[in-house]
């Protein structure tokens, strides 16, 4: 049987998707200071801001957590500590994952 393995580095792309959105949430910022106040612009601009700020957040996170990820197996760590991991069944959420 022959078998295709392919690796793919999510954290850039969610790198590229974090940093999108900060340029985005920057010029709709901009564009908020540039209406001075007035709506409709405004108003738009700071809907706009918020949700491209909440993106590029979420994105950065997700982009932490896949480069922890991708280089958690080169991290060395106390076989004994692991074990410990592993007994308690401690889940990654809380920090200590299995390893």
């Not at 709709?28 to 993106?55: D, N, T, V, W, Y």
């Amino acid at each position: 049987m022959v078998q295709i393995l392919m690796k793919t580095h999510t954290w850039l792309t969610w790198d590229a998707i974090a940093i999108e959105h900060e340029h985005e949430a920057y010029e709709a910022r901009q564009a908020q200071l540039e209406s001075a106040g007035e709506q409709p612009q405004f108003g738009e601009a700071l809907a706009r801001e918020m949700k491209a700020s909440l993106i590029a957040v979420s994105a950065a996170a997700h982009a932490l957590d896949a480069l922890y990820g991708e280089v958690k197996p080169s991290i060395p760590i106390d076989a004994a500590l692991v074990e410990t991991w592993r007994k308690n069944d401690l889940p990654r959420r809380s920090g200590f994952s299995r390893r």
